[in-house]
């Protein structure tokens, strides 16, 4: 079942006052991945990552492994403990 992030409920999660996506142009130069193969995983720039909380629960995750198409499978805590992913609640 596919859920929706709330902005919204994210920037009220993280004490921003907004939040939206950012361009593509910009999260390439700050990520240093294509998009549609942006890992939160090895980026140029450190960046806070956040998970939503239920994520958490899932016994495996699929998510991006820094190119187009290629996703690798990993424990949800691998989120927390390697990245310091801090849990949010923000679907919808």
Do not use: D, W
């Not at 549609?36 to 720039?45: A, L």
């Not at 016994?59 to 801090?86: D, F, H, M, Q």
């Amino acid at each position: 079942m596919a859920t929706a992030v709330s902005t919204k409920n994210l920037a009220r999660a993280i004490g921003a006052k907004s939040v939206e996506p950012c361009t593509p142009e910009v999260a390439q130069r700050h990520s240093g991945y294509l998009v549609g193969g942006t890992s939160p995983f090895g980026t140029r720039k450190a960046m806070p990552v956040y998970v939503e909380e239920t994520v958490l629960a899932l016994p495996k995750i699929c998510i991006n492994g820094g190119r187009r198409g290629y996703l690798v499978g990993i424990e949800p805590a691998v989120l927390t403990s390697a990245l310091g992913a801090r849990p949010v609640t923000c679907a919808i």
